[in-house]
């Protein structure tokens, strides 16, 4: 396959290699021979042209400012060893469900304990039956109370991964109280053979449902961070879900003329204790952004981050360091040998501008990071184990590509194009 300072293919070059890997299958699918196989490639040589001739060929773009053909990304993105990102580094920690587990642990965040409100049970209250100037007065049972307990399952605040010289998004779940009630009650009078009592009752009691929404913060992600580089503080308040009770409630023994008497009666109180879900804050981040040589340095309170613009590194689409450029490297290993932590890891991120297609954008991204790594490894004096290559194409700007009006923004698309060398200090 040609390189990238190779001559541009053929149209006919071109429409074969299209025709190769996309058009047909291969020849173990279809049991046929080689022979086979040229024969319906020349069958559908003239179908590819005019399907070709309607959708045009070529493009421009770039992780510089232009790109080769979408097959010469193809190639190039098939021969890269750089391990690619997850599609989506800002992954969540799932936050828990009524049927699903809740978190144990919470990696990239802080973990909310379970909050639990116990069950609440009363007896039910029998009444026996009691016969008062001949009249008998039936047996009662007042109904016990049972409440269930209830739990306000564990969560994760969660602050995503990011790349270098980034702070991540960070955010915590809602959560809720669920609403409690006690039911009124009532122990029935009695008018019977002299004796007058009326009823006693005691009205039931209620708390409502309360619930705190989530909030959250975006990802920052600047050469220059704006408004200091902080991500704000955020709080979720504490929510109260305050104490209920039901008074006890008596009916008292009386008695009539010829000493029969009904006993008295009587329901006890009935709480339901409160419930709080504490108050959780993720305190505010601040990147400090200052420069050294061709640098652009990000400091955090646990990490600090280099940036070099990719023109800077790289000749032109291409991923080969510049001769020029090793004295700048040189310096950023010294300074992650004197600033890192013992062994900690060392992040390096290749970024591109929006310009052309995605996929290509992706590849160089990953080839561009994975040259630095091997600079700094084999020139820069750091363990080869601490460092990954990591990519992410166009989807981390720090910059519009375009203007408000939709001209063009170079200078942004300049800072766009950047590889971001990290770690924890």
């Given at each position: 396959?040609?390189?990238?300072?190779?001559?541009?293919?053929?149209?006919?070059?071109?429409?074969?290699?299209?025709?190769?890997?996309?058009?047909?299958?291969?020849?173990?699918?279809?049991?046929?021979?080689?022979?086979?196989?040229?024969?319906?490639?020349?069958?559908?040589?003239?179908?590819?042209?005019?399907?070709?001739?309607?959708?045009?060929?070529?493009?421009?773009?770039?992780?510089?400012?232009?790109?080769?053909?979408?097959?010469?990304?193809?190639?190039?993105?098939?021969?890269?060893?750089?391990?690619?990102?997850?599609?989506?580094?800002?992954?969540?920690?799932?936050?828990?469900?009524?049927?699903?587990?809740?978190?144990?642990?919470?990696?990239?965040?802080?973990?909310?304990?379970?909050?639990?409100?116990?069950?609440?049970?009363?007896?039910?209250?029998?009444?026996?039956?009691?016969?008062?100037?001949?009249?008998?007065?039936?047996?009662?049972?007042?109904?016990?109370?049972?409440?269930?307990?209830?739990?306000?399952?564990?969560?994760?605040?969660?602050?995503?991964?990011?790349?270098?010289?980034?702070?991540?998004?960070?955010?915590?779940?809602?959560?809720?109280?669920?609403?409690?009630?006690?039911?009124?009650?009532?122990?029935?009078?009695?008018?019977?053979?002299?004796?007058?009592?009326?009823?006693?009752?005691?009205?039931?009691?209620?708390?409502?449902?309360?619930?705190?929404?989530?909030?959250?913060?975006?990802e920052v992600c600047q050469?220059?961070?704006?408004?200091?580089?902080?991500?704000?503080?955020?709080l979720r308040p504490s929510?109260?879900?305050?104490?209920?009770?039901?008074?006890?409630?008596?009916?008292?023994?009386?008695?009539?003329?010829?000493?029969?008497?009904?006993?008295?009666?009587?329901?006890?109180?009935?709480?339901?204790?409160?419930?709080?879900?504490?108050?959780?804050?993720?305190?505010?981040?601040?990147?400090?952004?200052?420069?050294?040589?061709?640098?652009?340095?990000?400091?955090?309170?646990?990490?600090?981050?280099?940036?070099?613009?990719?023109?800077?590194?790289?000749?032109?689409?291409?991923?080969?360091?510049?001769?020029?450029?090793?004295?700048?490297?040189?310096?950023?290993?010294?300074?992650?040998?004197?600033?890192?932590?013992?062994?900690?890891?060392?992040?390096?991120?290749?970024?591109?501008?929006?310009?052309?297609?995605?996929?290509?954008?992706?590849?160089?991204?990953?080839?561009?990071?994975?040259?630095?790594?091997?600079?700094?490894?084999?020139?820069?004096?750091?363990?080869?184990?601490?460092?990954?290559?990591?990519?992410?194409?166009?989807?981390?700007?720090?910059?519009?590509?375009?203007?408000?009006?939709?001209?063009?923004?170079?200078?942004?698309?300049?800072?766009?194009?950047?590889?971001?060398?990290?770690?924890?200090?």
């Open positions: 396959m040609p390189q990238e300072d190779s001559p541009p293919l053929s149209f006919d070059e071109r429409a074969m290699r299209i025709l190769k890997v996309d058009v047909l299958p291969s020849r173990a699918m279809w049991g046929i021979s080689g022979k086979s196989v040229i024969t319906r490639t020349r069958l559908l040589t003239p179908l590819l042209v005019v399907v070709m001739a309607a959708c045009g060929a070529g493009t421009t773009g770039g992780g510089g400012e232009e790109r080769q053909t979408p097959a010469h990304a193809s190639s190039q993105s098939a021969t890269t060893t750089t391990e690619a990102p997850p599609s989506s580094p800002a992954t969540p920690t799932p936050t828990p469900t009524p049927t699903g587990p809740e978190p144990a642990n919470c990696p990239n965040g802080k973990l909310l304990p379970a909050v639990e409100s116990p069950a609440v049970h009363a007896d039910p209250v029998t009444i026996p039956e009691a016969k008062v100037g001949g009249t008998t007065i039936p047996a009662v049972t007042i109904p016990g109370v049972d409440i269930p307990a209830q739990r306000i399952p564990a969560q994760c605040t969660e602050i995503a991964p990011a790349p270098g010289g980034c702070l991540g998004a960070a955010s915590i779940p809602p959560t809720s109280i669920p609403a409690v009630e006690i039911p009124p009650v009532e122990i029935p009078g009695v008018n019977a053979g002299g004796i007058k009592l009326d009823p006693v009752r005691a009205d039931g009691a209620r708390a409502e449902a309360q619930h705190a929404e989530s909030v959250s913060t975006p050469v220059k961070p704006k408004n200091g580089g902080i991500v704000p503080s955020i929510i109260l879900r305050p104490s209920i009770l039901r008074p006890s409630i008596l009916r008292p023994r009386a008695c009539n003329d010829q000493n029969e008497c009904v006993p008295s009666v009587t329901v006890p109180s009935v709480t339901v204790p409160s419930v709080t879900v504490p108050s959780v804050t993720i305190p505010s981040a601040t990147l400090k952004s200052y420069k050294v040589g061709e640098s652009e340095v990000l400091q955090g309170d646990d990490s600090i981050a280099f940036t070099l613009k990719a023109d800077v590194l790289f000749d032109f689409d291409k991923a080969v360091i510049k001769p020029a450029a090793a004295a700048e490297l040189k310096r950023i290993a010294q300074e992650i040998g004197e600033k890192a932590k013992a062994g900690a890891p060392i992040a390096v991120d290749g970024h591109t501008d929006a310009k052309g297609d995605d996929s290509y954008n992706q590849s160089l991204s990953e080839r561009r990071a994975q040259a630095v790594v091997e600079w700094l490894a084999s020139e820069g004096g750091l363990a080869r184990s601490r460092l990954q290559a990591r990519g992410y194409g166009e989807a981390k700007p720090v910059e519009p590509d375009t203007k408000p009006d939709g001209s063009d923004n170079a200078a942004g698309r300049a800072k766009n194009r950047r590889v971001v060398v990290s770690t924890i200090t």
